[in-house]
């Protein structure tokens, strides 16, 4: 009963309030950033594993909440906020990806990139899945590959994002795509 009429005096104050849950969270209403966070939690996480291929996605994850917390009050509501939230968790992917360039190469060249993967299974009982496929493709390859393909960014777009040239992403995304098809093969 009691959590009942917690719930009412929530939604009575939210009718009465007239203000969304990210007006009242950019304000520092802990309530409803916890909503935000519990809305929007599964597209983030999903976004994010796509773009690093599963690696340290908790963490990463867990970056963009802290941000958006710090940030929120940067919202301008001139897009959505799903919109906001989705450029934020992106920029924040890139940035891990730029913190750790000066310790792994990002971006293999030239067609020696295909001697380093593995061949088909011999095993003929199930394919690859496409998830794990992803994950086997270099950090950067596969960075552009799911902003371009998944996530549907234009090549000047990705360019600006990386700080590359489009005619970069297009390689890469091609070398991305070979790849693919040698994995999934």
Partial sequence: MEALALKAEAETFTALDGRSD??????????????????????????????????????LTQDVFVRVWQKLAT???DASFTTWLHRLTVNIVIERFRSEQTTRRR???????????????????????????LEKLPDGAREIFVLHDVEGYKHHEIGTLLGIAPGTSKAQLHRARMMLRKHLG
């Avoid at 030239?110 to 299974?121: Q, R």
């Fill in 107 to 133: 971006m293999l060249d030239g067609d020696a990139v295909f001697a380093t993967l593995c061949g088909p299974s011999v095993s003929h009982d199930l394919p690859m899945d496409f998830e794990a496929a």
């Fill in 75 to 77: 919202f301008r509501g």
């Fill in 22 to 59: 990210v007006a009242r969270a950019a304000e520092g209403d802990v309530r409803a950033f916890e909503a935000l966070y519990r809305t929007h939690l599964p597209r983030v996480y999903s976004l994010v594993r796509r773009l690093t291929g599963g690696r340290d996605v908790d963490e």
